[in-house]
T-cell receptor, first 117, second 116 residues
Framework: AQSVAQPEDQVNVAEGNPLTVKCTYS??????LFWYVQYPNRGLQFLLK??????LVKGSYGFEAEFNKSQTSFHLKKPSALVSDSALYFC???????????????FGQGTELSVKP | DTGVSQDPRHKITKRGQNVTFRCDPI?????LYWYRQTLGQGPEFLTY????????KSRLLSDRFSAERPKGSFSTLEIQRTEQGDSAMYLC??????????????FGEGSWLTVV
């Protein structure tokens, strides 16, 4: 069964410093991995995804993520954090459904990122 | 291109009442998903449709919950005889299936339900 783990409930970073939000996954077959961000009382916004190809994926708002198959990880990174990056971040894996097509997303528990000035 | 639209955004209801949420997906998206999210948790899958066919339902979707997508466009999620444990945000999302598993799923702003 597919699963996602985000080992840190909260990450605190000073503005201007690099940030990393960790994610590990368990999946049978090829992993399709996603990151979403959620601001208070809002829905989820898509940041980036890994499907195949280059292990370093670039996404919205300067975020990037590195896919590491041997460590089954897909950590979210940003070289220089902004106060406005403070939000809840979710890692997710796409489970292929019985039609061998993209099925549901399975989410981690989320990591709250706090960037202080 | 408008995003996924959900209505109402907030609903307060008394225990035992029925509530219905509506979702309008991104146009031309043939897949539509419902999720539930409680405070401090990640979204939990409830069900999804391809066109008008309901392809999968979670065991979380008790017999008090029903979802429909009669014409393959908008969808409704109804909760009958609401309980306080139903208080959560209900998220709708949509995607196409042209790229199969690589498709991005886009979410709406959610519908908050408070059962008092």
């Amino acid at each position: 069964a597919q699963s996602v783990a985000q080992p840190e409930d909260q990450v605190n970073v000073a503005e201007g410093n690099p940030l990393t939000v960790k994610c590990t996954y368990s999946v049978s077959g090829n992993p399709y991995l996603f990151w979403y961000v959620q601001y208070p009382n809002r829905g989820l916004q898509f940041l980036l995804k890994y499907i195949t190809g280059d292990n370093l994926v670039k996404g919205s708002y300067g975020f990037e993520a590195e896919f590491n198959k041997s460590q089954t990880s897909f950590h979210l990174k940003k070289p220089s954090a902004l106060v406005s990056d403070s939000a809840l971040y979710f890692c997710a894996v796409r489970a292929p459904d019985r039609y061998n097509q993209g099925g549901k997303l399975i989410f981690g528990q989320g990591t709250e990122l706090s960037v202080k000035p | 291109d408008t995003g996924v639209s959900q209505d109402p955004r907030h609903k307060i209801t008394k225990r035992g009442q029925n509530v219905t949420f509506r979702c309008d997906p991104i146009s031309e998206h043939n897949r539509l998903y419902w999720y539930r999210q409680t405070l401090g948790q990640g979204p939990e899958f409830l069900t999804y449709f391809q066109n008008e066919a309901q392809l999968e339902k979670s065991r979380l979707l008790s017999d008090r919950f029903s979802a429909e997508r009669p014409k393959g466009s908008f969808s409704t999620l109804e909760i009958q005889r609401t309980e306080q444990g139903d208080s959560a945000m209900y998220l709708c999302a949509s995607s196409s299936n042209r790229e199969y598993s690589g498709n991005t799923i886009y979410f709406g702003e959610g519908s908050w339900l408070t059962v008092v």
